[in-house]
């Protein structure tokens, strides 16, 4: 029923899923010994593995690794989803690659780590062909809930990026935040109840942010770019004081900074989007 290849973690993860659900399903890894205790049939190679089904999985570092497995293959017929992550060109590049063999893209990203692959919080942006995802919607829904956005195969992979665009930086921000409390001796631990207080209140700015940018329209009434560049400026300082690497907080007093040279000064933060396209 299915060929999944690649098998760290996540594609362990999603062949687990497949055999729990009852589908037949073959696996290849390039280092062999990955697929030990799955319950998946392991294909000896690639050819193997491409033969037993018309569905494959690909669940690989990147897309360069799908070049570095498919290469030479017999393609034709098949229906590729590549799980894998990279930029919208390379996705949009390799779905030409494979219709050039005959086969499709189904180009898709998984927002949740293996653990959580296939519960009630996985869910998955796919996009390519509609009536090729369709067949293959049911067989997919067992790893997690299924958003389709429609035939241009990079969409999936843009949303993707945007979800670890925000993701990775507020990592980061926190790692910042916390580097600053270190330098003047607070323990993580003593920071950890109002990161996670930052955190949760992050969500109820996304609402009125988003009527903002789609309208063009930014009304700084309540905070506005002044006001905020202002504590950017300030986190820079800090930074320099403290000695922690101030780069992060400077890329977004950068923005603040334009922002106000842009005419922005009285406007709510969400008109520093206006510099960045
Ligand atoms: P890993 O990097 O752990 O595993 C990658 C797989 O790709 C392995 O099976 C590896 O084979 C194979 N591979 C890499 N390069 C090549 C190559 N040149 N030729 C052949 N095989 C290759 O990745 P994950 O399982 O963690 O993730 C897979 C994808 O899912 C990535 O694109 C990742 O961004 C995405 N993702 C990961 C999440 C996570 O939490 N881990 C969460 C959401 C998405 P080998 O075993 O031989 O090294």
Redo the contacts with the bound molecule.
């Keep these: 029923m299915v060929t999944v290849i690649?098998?760290?973690?996540?594609?362990?993860a999603m062949v687990r899923k497949f055999v729990a659900a009852g589908y037949p399903t073959t696996v290849w890894?390039?280092?062999a010994g990955?697929a030990d205790g799955l319950g998946a049939a392991v294909a000896p190679s690639v050819a193997d593995a491409l033969a037993a089904n018309r569905l494959v999985v690909l669940?690989?570092?990147?897309y360069?690794?799908m070049y570095?497995?498919l290469g030479g293959a017999e393609l034709d017929g098949k229906v590729i989803v590549n799980?894998?992550?990279?930029t919208p060109a390379r996705t949009r590049a390799a779905a030409k690659w494979l219709a050039d063999r005959g086969a499709e893209l189904i180009a898709g990203?998984?927002?949740?780590?293996?653990p959580l692959v296939g519960t009630e919080h996985a869910y998955i942006f796919y996009s390519g062909r509609a009536d090729v995802y369709a067949v293959h919607s049911e067989l997919l829904g067992h790893l997690g809930k299924a958003h389709y956005l429609g035939a241009d195969h990079a969409l999936a992979q843009l949303y993707?990026q945007a979800q670890l665009d925000i993701f990775l930086t507020s990592l980061s921000s926190y790692l910042h935040a916390s580097a600053l409390l270190k330098a003047a001796g607070v323990s993580a631990a003593d920071f950890a109840s109002f990161a996670v207080d930052n955190f949760n209140s992050l969500s109820m700015y996304v609402a009125d942010a988003a009527r903002n940018i789609d309208s063009g329209e930014h009304p700084g009434d309540l905070a506005n770019v002044t006001m905020m560049g202002a504590t950017a400026d300030h986190i820079v300082g800090a930074s320099r004081e403290l000695g922690v690497d101030p780069r992060l907080p400077e890329a977004v007093q950068a923005q603040y900074e334009r922002a106000v040279k842009d005419g922005h000064g009285k406007s709510s933060w969400t008109s520093l989007i206006e510099g960045l396209t």
């Design positions: 690649g098998l760290g973690p996540m594609g362990q890894n390039r280092t990955r669940s690989l570092t990147d360069q690794a570095d497995v799980l894998s992550s990279d990203g998984v927002m949740v780590p293996a993707y």
